[in-house]
C-alpha cells in the first residue's frame, strides 16, 4: 500500500512524496514532467551524491522524472546537503 505525502511548504526538490506502509525505508519523489532524474544523477555523480533514478525500476523506460531515496539511516547535515544540492540541480532543469 503507497501512502501519498505532501510537502507542508515548497521545497526545491520534493512535488510528491510517497511511502511504502510495509517498508518505512524508502520515498519516492515525483519531480515534473521536464526533470530527467537519470540527468540530474549524472549531474549528482560529479559531486559524490549518489541517487536511484526511477527509470532504474522500470523496463518499459517510465518513471524518469522520479527518484527512490532511503530513508533508512539517521538524518545528518550531510545528507541535507546533498538533497539541496539535488535540488538545486533539478531546478536546473525546469
Known amino acids: 500500500m503507497i501512502q501519498t505525502l505532501t ?4 521545497a526545491p526538490l520534493y512535488v510528491e512524496l510517497a511511502r511504502s ?3 518505512l525505508v524508502e520515498l519516492w519523489v515525483e519531480m515534473p514532467p521536464g526533470v530527467d532524474m537519470l540527468r ?3 549531474e549528482a555523480l560529479k ?3 549518489n541517487t536511484a533514478p526511477g ?3 522500470s523496463v518499459k523506460d517510465r518513471y ?3 527518484l527512490r531515496m532511503n ?3 539517521p538524518w545528518t547535515q550531510a ?3 546533498a538533497i539541496r544540492t539535488l535540488g538545486d540541480l533539478a531546478k536546473r532543469q525546469l
Open 7 to 10: 510537502p507542508p511548504a515548497p
Open 21 to 23: 506502509i510495509e517498508q
Open 40 to 42: 540530474l544523477h549524472r
Open 47 to 49: 559531486q559524490r551524491i
Open 55 to 57: 527509470a532504474m525500476f
Open 64 to 66: 524518469r522524472n522520479c
Open 71 to 73: 530513508c533508512g539511516v
Open 79 to 81: 545528507i541535507e546537503a
